[in-house]
């Protein structure tokens, strides 16, 4: 790769018209030159078009592309993302706002040899300067196994690793299998600082998602020790499951910086009792790899790490997609 590598910025777009001029602003605010600017539109109602059309007009980086039908959130991004053509592909989401150093960062983080970067984001309800309320995604391989930690507004990834994922599935959320797959083709690393602000809404794609499919009461106390249970062998039952975690098992055979996501995993496909309580004691021993940071407390640790399994079960949405 050359010493100065070329960015492009990849961008969904739906109905986005009343956040999207800020977002523009601040990725054409960037301090690192930027190539291209991809914007995928999946059949947007409102003025989105028009505004990408007007700086578009100015800005002949930006390059706006319509689908014939819509697509879906993910499948937008998955399509859009293989138009680029940069070394590497900066993703965005239509309604935050990037710091003016983000790309340059995430370019100095990358280097030469990882597959992608994450950061860390703020989510203050209002975007003010400064931001206080600073999400810190976990950033271990045995965490992102259970869950997409890594949302795609804060990931940068090297297009040649992009060309080499053939699998993409609808289904599975397009960050998370980016993450999963950047471990086999060079790892994630990570720019230990917040690059951008996550704009926190009720119409946001990601909210809508989760208020549609959330089976439980949001901010649970004892639930998930008693029902998870039930919610962990009802995901078991899905096909997406066994594709899913079936590929990882076979991507970490026989390697040994992987040993310990292929236990898991193994155990994740098995459907006993004995397998379960294997992937519980497991969870346990290694909580703070499973949850990808410590927790102060190493008894309650512990404890919610043995029933880590029907916690993350109870709650997640990452398989209904």
């Not at 003010?128 to 271990?140: A, I, L, V, Y």
């Not at 869950?147 to 690793?161: A, E, W």
Request: with cysteine; net charge neutral; proline share 4%.
């Amino acid at each position: 790769m050359q010493a100065s590598p070329t960015v492009s910025v990849v961008m969904a777009t739906y109905n986005g018209a009343k956040f999207i001029r800020e977002q523009l602003d601040s990725i054409l605010r960037q301090h690192y030159p930027i190539e291209e600017i991809i914007i995928q539109d999946d059949g947007s109602k409102d003025e989105t078009v028009a505004i990408i059309q007007e700086y578009a007009s100015i800005n002949p980086q930006i390059h706006l592309f319509r689908n014939e039908k819509n697509k879906g959130f993910n499948m937008n991004f998955i399509t859009a993302l293989q138009r680029a053509n940069s070394d590497l592909v900066c993703i965005s989401d239509q309604d935050d706002i990037w710091f003016e150093d983000k790309v340059e960062k995430q370019v100095e983080a990358i280097g030469n040899n990882y597959a992608a970067c994450c950061t860390d984001h703020f989510r203050d309800d209002v975007y003010k300067k400064p931001c206080t309320f600073r999400r810190n995604p976990q950033n271990s391989f045995e965490s992102q196994i259970f869950t997409s930690h890594v949302p795609g507004h804060c990931l940068m990834v090297r297009t040649s690793f992009l060309r080499k994922i053939d699998n993409w599935d609808s289904h599975i959320p397009y960050d998370w299998w980016i993450v999963i797959n950047a471990h086999f083709h060079g790892g994630l690393v990570k720019a230990p600082f917040p690059l951008n602000w996550y704009r926190p809404y009720a119409e946001s794609v990601a909210t809508k998602h989760r208020k549609k499919y959330q089976r439980h009461a949001e901010n649970p106390s004892w639930q998930p020790y008693i029902y998870g249970w039930k919610d962990y062998r009802d995901l078991q039952k899905r096909d997406l499951w066994n594709k899913f975690y079936g590929y990882i098992k076979e991507q970490t055979n026989h390697q040994e910086e992987f040993k310990l996501v292929n236990q898991l995993t193994t155990l994740l496909l098995k459907k006993d009792i004995i397998s379960l309580l294997h992937l519980c004691c497991l969870c346990m021993k290694y909580s703070d790899l499973v949850h990808g940071k410590k927790h102060p407390n190493q008894i309650v640790a512990k404890i919610r790490g043995f029933f880590y399994p029907m916690i993350w079960a109870y709650s997640t949405t990452n398989f209904d997609y």
